[in-house]
């Protein structure tokens, strides 16, 4: 059982930056593939980004955060980050963590793909 437990969220205006951190209890989390999703009120959750296990040679990012979100990983910590730049508004929601051992490469977009999760975190962006 993986547990994973999301940080770093908080209030930031629009344009500013915030990184987000997933904490997992797994000492083999390097086999895991990690993604990252948020949930916007109102909506249904979403997929964000994800990286793939092992060196994380391999990322993916929903259209509406590429270019603006990184998310990287850190296997000696056992913790996988979102750094998140030019913040919006449209970006307020609440941010999941995830984590499939399903498949090293591949990067699942939808949320069936992924056995654990986070509580999540708040991030609200101000205008």
């Known amino acids: 059982q993986v547990q994973l437990v999301e940080s770093g969220g908080g209030l930031v205006q629009a344009g500013g930056s915030l990184r987000l951190s997933c904490a997992a209890s797994e000492r083999t989390f390097s086999f895991y593939v990690m993604g990252w999703f948020r949930q916007a009120p109102g909506k249904e959750r979403e997929f964000v980004a994800g990286?793939?296990?092992?060196?994380?040679?391999?990322?993916y990012y929903a259209d509406s955060v590429k270019g603006r979100f990184t998310i990287s990983r850190d296997n000696a910590k056992n913790t996988v980050y979102l750094q998140m730049n030019s913040l919006k508004p449209e970006d307020t929601a609440v941010y999941y963590c995830?984590?499939?051992?399903?498949?090293?490469?591949?990067?699942?977009?939808?949320?069936?793909?992924?056995?654990?999760w986070g509580q999540g975190t708040q991030v609200t962006v101000s205008s």
């Open positions: 995830a984590a499939t051992g399903r498949d090293p490469s591949r990067i699942g977009v939808s949320e069936s793909e992924y056995n654990y």
């Open positions: 990286i793939s296990a092992w060196s994380g040679s391999i990322t």
